[in-house]
């Protein structure tokens, strides 16, 4: 296949944000692929090259490109940086760049896909002294068989700024429109798409077998399944109300949600958001074989950090440790956990999706034989607002967050947040009602004893809509040395040159990140701002809403993309909320 009908088509949809438009243009472009090449086509149009959870990074600095440029056309890079500088998009300076190289050689040969994505896929296996080297040498001579426009969409594929807006939905009704005739069919593909997480995957599927070979998708051990999600209760009151008359209470435990895949001696983790994170588990892939009465499983599970002395639950962030490549084996010893089990989604061949919860913790009890590091979450069955509150007090006591309720016939919804599972936290019950998760954006420089590290950050919250990140407001306060020490590190790998296409901040910080890091925030109140764009004119035309005293509460949440942190959909629900509350209280 041309890497030209790509390009055209990436061209086009990166000038419309309308998801009618996105949508044709995908069905075109679908259209004209080949079966052989369709799962390729995905990945690259959402600048990947195989599912996240494979790990496969691209990797390329901006140097190295601007160099291979350089390289290909013959032009110095102080003029490619120049126009660098001037379009703030490297792609598009290669444009206006490689059109003035072909007005003089005319030698432009034909590229297809597979070659490009062949080549991407040898530079993101490229490791040790001479990558670099390596790395040029492969993209400027893909640049120098590509159009102006050819090469623009491999740079920003490289470089990880191709930015389509294009959600997952859109593109599954586009495959749905292209190879069944009718967008209806996407409920079949969202169902393969939740138990592999694979869209390539998916899409090969439905180009090769049609609809019934989708609807035939079945789990497949060592591919993550997309995880159930719950929806927030704010009391003991709501629960019932939204529950009914009998149901499931486990306690919320404050750790790592993993997905354990275990086939005999073989066992893969996965995180919340489907990285494998076997490394940072060695205890885990050694200990949990020895206890699982199953020849293949897939469980899902919360690992805890725990004061060996007491037993008692340490919060999250004593797990934070855990996350380090080297002397990993140091911080297992320091800073020992439990696995507390809480679901079972396959067993021996079977999908146990559809099972209801009732007879899927019966099988996960039958599986898992539990030990001093192997636990059954702690459940019980509520039928009052007594039963739900005693729980929770519990459960707060041993060092939970609050209490995960479920129905006890519904199925595992995989990829959804529904009402079959609720969460009740304690600070619900506290002004805000919730904590945030927001986008690290940006930083203003520290001065006094926060000198030579950030002494406020800029966050933002994430708009769906738009796959943008908008500014709610600069956080200050909650930070101790050692979270500044910490923050400071991860930051400095994520500062860009200029202000990424996708922050939308009229405020202006002292430097600019890559949107990627997620911390959680609590703050007293929301408000209208006409300076944040979260939310920008749906509340009230030319204003946007921000937080109110906001306060870092020590999580960082590494096992969240920024793209799972708080909508602006869910900052409008609380706006809303907290008026209804201070509404209520005035009747009062
Ligand atoms: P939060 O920010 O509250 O952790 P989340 O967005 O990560 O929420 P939710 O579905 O809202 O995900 O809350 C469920 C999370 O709570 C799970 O992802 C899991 O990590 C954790 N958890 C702790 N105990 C349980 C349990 N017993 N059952 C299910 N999930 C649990």
Known sequence: MKYSILAESLNKMESTTKRLQLTQHLVELFEKTPGDVISKIIYLLQGKLRPDFEGIELGVAEKLAIRAISKSSGIAVKKIEQEYRKTGDLGQAATIILEQKTQTTFLVEDISVERVYETLFKIAKLEGARSQDMKMKYISSLLNDATPLEASYILKILLGTLRLGVAENTVMDALAIAYTGSKDNRKALEHAYNVSSDLGKVAETIASKGLKGVEDFEIEMFNPIRPMLADRVKSEEESIEKMGVEFAAEYKLDGERVQLHVEGEKVVLFSRSLENISEYYP???EKIPKVISADQVILEAEAVAINENTGEFLPFQELMHRRRKYKIEKAVSQYPI????????????????????AERRKLLEKIVKEDDFAKHVPMTIVKTENDIEDFLENSINS????????MLDKPYQAGSRGNYWLKLKREYRNELGDSLDLVVIGAFFGRGRRTGRYGTLLLASYDDDTDTFTSICKVGTGFTDEYLDQLYQILSDKVTLKKNPRINSEMEADVWFEPELVIEIVASEITLSPIHKAAWDEIRKGAGLALRFPKFTG???????????????????????????AHDKSLM
């Open 555 to 581: 999580k960082i949440r590494v096992e969240k993309f920024a793209e799972d942190a708080s909508t602006n959909e869910e900052v409008i629900t609380l706006y809303k909320g907290q008026k209804k509350i």
């Open 338 to 357: 439990t696995v507390n089990f809480f679901d079972v989604l396959y067993y021996n061949q079977k999908s146990c999706l559809e099972l209801g919860y």
């Open 399 to 406: 060092g939970c967050e609050g209490l995960m309720l479920k």
């Open 283 to 285: 205890d885990i892939i």
